[in-house]
Nanobody, 130 residues
Framework: QGQLVESGGGLVQPGGSLRLSCAASGFTLKNYRIGWFRQAPGKEREGVSCISSSDGRTYYADSVKGRFTISRDNAKNTVYLQMNSLKPEDTAVYLC???????????????????????WGRGTQVTVSS
């Protein structure tokens, strides 16, 4: 049975950086589109970033463009989310998900709203506060 495990969260001051990891076991991560999501208390789940399995194309929510970078290390079966210039509004539980459906670029917003991902991690807390 495959699983995803996130790590790297923590408490950071505004303007600081964190790197989140999403490690896969039991399946080959490069064959799946991997996405990072976040959920803050009282708010809906938000798609943050994802990376295509077919061509490595990356996608970002407008709220994180220019600050966050998603990358994949196939040898380590791990996807990373480098988060720079963090803001208090980035505070949330960050989760990664994997799905074999890897649609065209114009369907990324559909992908982010899916409910039937193949795998979900349990999340890691990111708190941005002074």
């Amino acid at each position: 049975q495959g699983q995803l495990v996130e790590s790297g969260g923590g408490l950071v001051q505004p303007g600081g950086s964190l790197r989140l990891s999403c490690a896969a076991s039991g399946f080959t991560l490069k064959n799946y589109r991997i996405g990072w999501f976040r959920q803050a208390p009282g708010k809906e789940r938000e798609g943050v970033s994802c990376i295509s399995s077919s061509d490595g194309r990356t996608y970002y929510a407008d709220s994180v463009k220019g600050r966050f970078t998603i990358s994949r290390d196939n040898a380590k079966n791990t996807v990373y989310l480098q988060m720079n210039s963090l803001k208090p509004e980035d505070t949330a539980v960050y989760l990664c998900a994997a799905d074999q459906w890897d649609p065209k670029p114009e369907l990324v917003h559909v992908w982010w709203r899916r409910n039937g991902f193949d795998y979900w991690g349990r999340g890691t807390q990111v708190t941005v506060s002074s």
